[in-house]
């Protein structure tokens, strides 16, 4: 029997760090499409894309909780391949108008301006 590759890719950094949870972490990619996963996860893994955002309105509407400090997540390409663990360092709320430009530098996509 075959293990799913995010399982594998989970029981290999657990076997390498003694302090991981054995909790597999939620696995998901970016964005709603192929093109836009496959970028940010790529800026993930060169260390340029190091912030998120989401719409407020989306946890709500899904009924799902605001991610939190600390939380891991398992990033994946479109196609559901496993390519990195992230963890939620720190968690901000504000009006979409109030992204600040370091804020959007840390995101890391496009030009990495507040324009983009």
Same mark, same amino acid.
């Given at each position: ?5 995010? /399982?594998?890719?989970? +029981? ?7 302090? /991981?949870?054995?909790d597999?972490p939620?696995a ?7 093109? @836009?996963? @496959?970028?940010? *996860?790529? =800026?993930?893994? !060169? $260390? #340029?894309?190091?912030?998120? /955002?989401? !719409? =407020?309105?989306?946890?709500?509407? +899904?009924?799902? &909780?605001? &991610?939190?400090? %600390?939380?891991?997540?398992i990033?994946?390409?479109?196609? $559901?391949?496993?390519?990195? =663990?992230?963890?939620?360092?720190? *968690?901000? #709320?504000?009006?979409? %108008?109030?992204?600040?430009? @370091?804020?959007? /530098?840390l995101? %890391?996509? $496009? +030009? $990495?301006? =507040?324009?983009?």
């Open positions: 029997m075959h293990q799913h590759p995010v /399982a594998r890719f989970w +029981d290999r950094y657990r076997a390498t760090n003694a302090c /991981a949870p054995s597999q939620v998901e990619h970016f964005c709603d499409n192929e093109t @836009d996963a @496959d970028v940010c *996860v790529k =800026l993930v893994l !060169a $260390g #340029i894309k190091r912030a998120t /955002a989401s !719409a =407020l309105a989306s946890y709500q509407e +899904d009924c799902e &909780p605001v &991610p939190a400090s %600390g939380k891991l997540t990033i994946t390409n479109w196609a $559901g391949e496993a390519k990195a =663990l992230i963890r939620t360092h720190t *968690v901000t #709320i504000c009006r979409f %108008g109030d992204v600040s430009p @370091d804020f959007a /530098a995101e %890391g996509e $496009g +030009d $990495g301006t =507040l324009a983009w």
